[in-house]
């Protein structure tokens, strides 16, 4: 085999955390806080199914099997849009939509139209690892804002701003994700104004407002904009299907969309359009506000449990209203990843905190996802984080 | 709007001229040779509305709409490697094949995984134009090695690989796109030998390969490899559908195939599940051979009519025996970008074969697709590309 060398951009990045840690995931009764999936109960498989079947067999069979326009399917376009102006309260045109595969393509098409090597991309911290790992990737120069209750702290990012001049700051503004935390209507204005005045793109990555539990939807970033500086990602990963693969990107800067749809046309060339049509059609089949009541319903249960049994525990629980997960901080000597290796002996996974620290550190940190779990799952894979933490 | 400073990746590239040519055809009635669509007619929406339907309410329904693999959903990968072996001749471990969206991606990725800016990628002059906007974005160097009927020139290969110590070598070895010319059996195990003499990795990018219309099938430049330097590309889109988006990379270097996953994770996390089942399901079904029986019948009748409608028109139309193309020089004073203006108005569209060029020229060529015209659109565009030639 020959001794291949790889590009450097690849120079210290190992692939996600919580990937590998999957792979230790295979035994039977294993309880994962681990992911970030959704319920199997959220997945609507029979009404998909069917959707699937009329759209191939319908008007636009064929279409859908053809070549695609790489700035997306026309009826996802328009639902989006319609999502956005329903759901998100952002009027838009549909001109200023583009479809990405994932959300976490939208990430990856920004940092390529606007970051070389060395170039600051300001990130909270923590953040979430698929972006930070897509950041490296892109040679960025990652530099963390530290965030409070309220969200990502205002002074500190306009001292990065000054002293870093960044292309971008990448934020998750409802239910973070590692830690559950929102941003304050008030920081978001602040946001905004900060981007202006200092000329740097904000990537507002929203994929969890839907999934509010209690408390009142806030305004975006992106609604506070004046100078087409935030682009707003949303994805229907987490409110529909996350194996189909359909997020967006809402660009108002024209240049900007040119450049992403440039790089897309030779990534992908355009999302598989039978899953751009499976989101269109449930959209406009107004499927979505009843099953959005249903897994509401299911996951603010899920997410009580959780916090009822972490109580018992000698651990720092943040609050959080919405979202999949629930950040922790145990004691400062903890180290989460040593823990990790004995909560799987006794049947529970989380992730470790560190990993989504740009700089790592934090070894006491750890990241539980509750909404791929049954309440009873709860109960046990809390009991076995305790007795881990016991065996310390 | 705030005037952004783009990553520098981008300079100079504008976006695929296809795709620019294809939002000049919206006219009735306008034929356009300019694509490299499948037929409508090829495309079997009513199966695979059927296919869609089982698989979403079969057993793996609610798997196929949570998260997946990065490496790629198992069926597919199963299904792949039989076709592989059946049909490409090709025996690899379902482990070696990494599924991708579209072989668009896998260039993409192959590129990330293996160019720094400035690294030289060599390819074939002319080559197909998606892929050099890729290797463009990549920053990569690229030089191109002449062509004549028997595939790329060995000798100018060697020199080329001395003078640049290439990182990478892309070919399109059957029926290529634009020429549509086949690769010999001695070129192919010249090309192997030479990687490994110098160390360069070979893209051979092989979607058309099935899509032969006489003649017969030449073993793989793969299969002349020993030391794990040649990546082999397939399809689906071809064959099945273009819009499904599913492509795969064999890849026997196992570090290689982890900077591809590495890639891919933060680039779209994985195909879209329904896409990758679609396809899986369809040659898991035993349909390939009856489909692809049709459509080879459908195109060797288009082929063969452009081919003798082209007989009476003052160009040299390359010899092919199979794919989606026929290649033609015009007249060396002929410039066929001015020319296309003139075919547009007389309602036929094609691509001017400068495009395929990484160093532009070659002005009197131009590439036409048959295979998503009826014959009796293939007669009256060809009649309009007389007429518009008359003009001149």
Redesign the interface.
């Known amino acids: 085999?020959?001794d291949?060398?790889?590009?450097?951009?690849?120079d210290g990045?190992?692939?996600?955390a919580i990937?590998d840690i999957f792979k230790l995931l295979g035994q039977p009764g294993m309880i994962s806080f681990a992911?970030?999936?959704?319920a199997?109960d959220a997945?609507?498989?029979?009404t998909?199914?069917?959707i699937?079947?009329?759209v191939?067999?319908g008007p636009d069979?064929?279409?859908?099997?053809?070549?695609?326009a790489?700035e997306g399917w026309k009826p996802l376009r328009e639902q989006t849009a319609r999502f956005l102006r329903e759901e998100v309260g952002i009027d838009v045109a549909e001109s200023e939509i583009l479809p990405t595969?994932?959300s976490?393509?939208a990430?990856?098409l920004l940092l390529?139209?606007?970051?070389?090597p060395g170039?600051t991309v300001l990130v909270e911290g923590p953040s979430f690892l698929?972006s930070l790992?897509?950041m490296r990737?892109y040679g960025a120069n990652l530099v963390e804002i530290p965030m409070d209750e309220q969200g990502l702290d205002i002074d500190a990012l306009e001292r990065a701003a000054i002293a870093y001049r960044p292309?971008m700051l990448y934020t998750i503004p409802n239910f973070q994700n590692p830690t559950g935390v929102t941003l304050s209507t008030a920081r978001r204005k602040e946001i905004a104004r900060l981007a202006?005045r200092y000329?740097f793109?904000v990537a507002e990555d929203d994929p969890y407002r839907g999934l509010r539990y209690a408390g009142n939807h806030l305004p975006s970033i992106f609604s506070f904009d004046t100078?087409?500086?935030v682009v707003y990602l949303t994805s229907f990963?987490k409110l529909?299907?996350?194996?189909?693969?359909?997020g967006a990107a809402v660009v108002?800067?024209p240049?900007?969309l040119?450049?992403l749809?440039?790089?897309k046309?030779?990534?992908?060339?355009?999302?598989?359009?039978?899953?751009q049509a499976?989101v269109a059609e449930y959209l406009a089949r107004d499927l979505l506000g009843a099953h959005m009541e249903k897994i509401l319903g299911m996951y603010a249960r899920q997410l009580q449990t959780m916090q009822r049994e972490l109580a018992a525990l000698p651990v720092k629980v943040f609050p959080t209203q919405g979202g999949l997960f629930v950040w922790c901080a145990l004691k400062a000597d903890v180290d989460t990843v040593a823990l990790l290796q004995k909560c799987i002996r006794n049947g529970v996974a989380y992730v470790p905190g560190t990993h989504f620290y740009a700089n790592g550190g934090h070894l006491n940190t750890l990241r539980l996802n509750f909404s791929n779990s049954t309440p009873e799952q709860i109960v046990q894979g809390v009991a076995a984080l305790k007795k881990s933490m016991e065996e310390e």
């Not at 291949?4 to 690849?10: E, G, K, S, T, Y």
């Not at 997945?43 to 029979?46: C, I, P, Y």
């Open positions: 085999m020959y291949l060398q790889f590009a450097r951009r690849f990045v190992s692939g996600s990937r992911g970030g999936n959704p199997w997945l609507d498989n029979e998909l199914s069917q699937a079947r009329d191939l067999a069979g064929k279409a859908l099997l053809q070549y695609g790489t595969t994932g976490t393509q990430v990856d390529k139209a606007l970051v070389n170039d698929g790992q897509a990737i292309k202006a000329g793109v100078e087409g500086l990963s529909i299907s996350p194996g189909t693969r359909v108002k800067n240049q900007l040119r450049k749809v440039i790089g046309q030779s990534t992908d060339l355009h999302t598989p359009l039978i899953s499976l």
